[in-house]
């Protein structure tokens, strides 16, 4: 069983950055595709960024390209969420996610996940 604790959201102005960690217990996440994903008030969970178990591969959803890095220290078992030039369209809940993975593939789709953090608010004033 892989518990994740998300953490780092709080609230920012526009513009600003914030970092998201996400450190799996038990199990190293190593062997784990990584994802976050995110879900405003009244709107579906959606796919914000997703890395594969080596690192080499990464993925964002094209309302954040450009702005989010995700990363992987898996010396640490953390990864992250960089959030750069924050708009107020990207206040949510976000969650990061983990995808027993035997290949390099990584993971855009909700419900490929195995296990999911807690969530950690995000709200971006404009």
């Known amino acids: 069983q892989v518990q994740l604790l998300d953490s780092g959201g709080g609230l920012v102005q526009a513009g600003d950055s914030l970092r998201l960690s996400c450190a799996p217990s038990g199990r190293t996440s190593n062997n784990y595709a990584m994802g976050w994903f995110r879900q405003a008030p009244g709107k579906e969970r959606e796919f914000v960024a997703a890395i594969n178990r080596g690192g080499s591969r990464t993925n964002y959803a094209d309302s954040v390209k450009g702005r989010f890095t995700i990363s992987r220290d898996n010396a640490k078992n953390t990864v992250y969420l960089q959030m750069n030039s924050l708009k107020p369209e990207d206040t949510a809940v976000y969650f990061c996610?983990?995808?027993?993975?035997?290949?390099?593939?990584?993971?855009?789709?909700?419900?490929?996940?195995?296990?999911w953090g807690q969530g950690t608010q995000v709200t971006v004033s404009s």
């Open positions: 996610a983990a995808k027993l993975a035997y290949t390099g593939a990584l993971y855009t789709v909700s419900s490929q996940y195995d296990y």
